[in-house]
């Protein structure tokens, strides 16, 4: 709603690129619509203790209009967009359509099968609550079937649990997995032994959590291999089927593959029509601007930025909320424009209950004062007291009682209705 | 699994009764299959507050293998029962059958539409997780499509919210919906005023609470009506469409009708072949047993039992409960069973963020201290530790900031995949 000579700004997606950018353009002298396909920002980070049923979705996700309440100057639209026209700088979305003097294209990334889509549905990703939700259902019903399948051939395959791809995600949902799997879910099914329930880990390179430092990695590995967790390196999946994985020695009977390889950026960012890496990301200048269009901006994990650097900005929660907040200040700069510059505050990685690792340019941890460090920094960065406090009660629960909180199974027809 | 001499006792059902039944038998000297559609039990009387987005599922849920985990001698089956033969004394699932030498069938009610089952879809009813995830998601779009509508006739349908029933579910639904609307929804939606805002609460009677005593139905409906909600008595509803609601002498254009005004028990009850009331409740004995067939029992919301009262019990969960307890116990005693005697702990309906009505025998109060006590007994109620401490949490964030934890819609998309 662009009024008198006030810019209007068109930011997409809500999560914390988006939300950042928004909250650097509060009150100021633009004005700013924020669209979303749904109605909350989302800590993904902790994505994977829903999908393990330690957190319920409310506990990890906030409106996004509550957050922005006291930005008189914000919009937010719960809609889809549909189209991008860069030329004449124009959004649309089924229900209307929004001019716009700076776009910031903050749409995020989905997990990427290279090319083999036909494995989503064997081996479902974890992106949002909805992924989170499928997966926890998955994980819990395959318990309750394993006991109406004992003696039977299937029961191996339903107690086998594959996580394909080993950097920070697929470690998280792999230490999580063993957990719930051992030390939950186990003594609740007493006919159920401990011998038939099998995690894979599965990293075609050579080494887990490759973007760490390799001494991590290793302790990572023993750390994984001490829950319960068979961690193969140096392994590819050739495919992925019904009935399990089929590596290129091996074949894993599995009936809950979980797919943490891969991303690609948001199938918005080629409404563009600018160049993009193999990962469909937006290769962005010194300003996250795309060629020839200076007031169109792409941040976070659909944006390809390399400028000064030997690799490409990695796709986590940091570099997306110092884009979101560095491409506003530079709409509010106008003419006089900074390039980015990007402040590695370090990489961390939680191995399940009670370790993690973490790499701070030179300093390199592990264990439980790593753990400590990565729980304070994420209770820190979650937004809202309430939310805070509630994951802080469930954690501190869980880790006395090994009783996770969002247990829940709705019923077997109903669990149909939800694919 | 019935091994040697020891009885084999087949609960239907994980509610209030259920659970009770199947606690009382713990560990002593008969074998226990319990079967539920789902694999929690439910905490009901908090349902609405998931439904208006103030607890999360989890919150309000257990795991019933957890509930029963130290109880060594009850099996726990997530499965549908699809039939019951009281002659050859046999219940069979999809999957399994299962001989029984005591049958105890709790399986609950459902909303009922006095054979209007078409009204279903435009006002659905709340008594299940998926109820109330359904009737939270239709609540926060309304205001998301609202923003959408505003200038267009569609608005006021939009935001006209209709609750039908005047039983202490609609009571609390209206109340609950009131201040969600008014007080947390319309500040995040600046461009929405508080009077294109209208929520109504039907009731057939002349009073609304007619189980309570008239003063408490008069408190109720004023601290309703100052709570902005119109309270409609003597009203009945002739029919139900997708643009509102038809009332004898008027048409309520409304987009948000939620049904609270009658129940039918499980249609599980059919299967036995046993006298029924109209509400589709088998009709027990003084054991809570059926006609010829000491061995099976009916017991909660299925259960029609009047002997020497002067209307049926009400199916509430301590009703449920006792009758739980109570047949458990009849059948350890074995040939010297007891009559079934109810003790009337008194009644409760809360109304809005803070007060309550309250009636134990002659003791009637309402207030803040009728919601004390309210809130008090809910938490003690709500079983495990961890569930009781998230509540308080959640209502006290609540009532010190408006702001319910549980306001998350997933995408557009999405939710067509969710009927």
Chains 1, 2 share one sequence.
Request: hydrophobic share 45%.
């Amino acid at each position: 709603m662009p009024t008198g000579q006030r810019k209007h700004v068109v930011i997409i997606g809500g999560g914390f690129g988006g939300l950042n950018a928004a909250k650097a353009l509060t009150n100021t002298s633009v004005d700013v619509t924020l669209i979303d396909r749904t109605n909350h920002h989302l800590f993904q980070p902790l994505l994977y203790q829903v999908a393990t049923a330690a957190l319920s979705p409310g506990d990890i996700a906030q409106p996004i209009r509550a957050v922005l309440k006291r930005a008189r100057n914000v919009r937010v639209v719960m809609d889809e967009v549909v189209g991008i026209d860069v030329d004449r700088r124009i959004v649309s979305t089924p229900n209307a359509s929004f001019a716009y003097d700076h776009l910031i294209l903050a749409a995020g990334s989905r997990h990427s099968y290279f090319g083999r889509d036909n494995w989503e549905v064997h081996a479902p990703g974890l992106k949002d609550l909805n992924d989170a939700l499928h997966i926890r259902r998955q994980l819990l019903l395959t318990f309750e079937k394993a006991e109406a399948a004992i003696g039977t051939p299937e029961l191996h395959q339903l107690l086998t649990f594959v996580v394909v791809g080993g950097g920070p995600t697929g470690v998280e949902l792999a230490g999580a997995i063993a957990e719930i799997a051992l030390r939950t879910m186990l003594p609740d099914f007493p006919r159920l032994h401990r011998k038939q329930i099998r995690i894979v880990l599965i990293e075609g390179q050579d080494r887990i959590l490759s973007s760490f430092d390799p001494k991590l990695s290793r302790k990572a590995t023993r750390a994984l291999t001490r829950m319960g967790v068979e961690v193969l390196t140096s392994t590819r999946v050739e495919n992925i089927s019904e009935d399990g994985v089929q590596l290129s020695n091996l074949f894993l009977h599995s009936s809950n593959v979980i797919w943490a390889a891969g991303n690609s950026a948001s199938p918005l960012v080629k409404m563009l029509n600018t160049p993009m890496d193999k990962g469909g990301r937006a290769i962005v200048d010194e300003f996250c601007a795309i060629p020839d269009h200076p007031e169109v901006t792409v941040i976070g994990d659909a944006a390809h930025f390399s400028h000064g650097l030997t690799s490409p900005l990695q796709a986590v929660a940091q570099t997306a909320m110092q884009m979101g907040k560095f491409v506003s200040k530079n709409i509010l700069r106008g003419d006089v424009a900074k390039p980015f510059r990007f402040s590695d505050y370090g990489s961390m990685a939680t191995i399940g209950r009670i370790r993690a690792i973490t790499e701070i340019h030179w300093l390199k941890y592990s264990g439980v004062i790593a753990w400590i460090s990565w729980a304070g920094l994420h209770i820190v960065m979650l937004m809202g007291f309430r939310n805070r406090l509630k994951v802080l009660i469930e954690w501190i629960w869980y880790y006395i009682s090994f009783q996770p909180g969002a247990r829940l199974l709705m019923s077997r027809d109903q669990e149909k209705q939800h694919p």
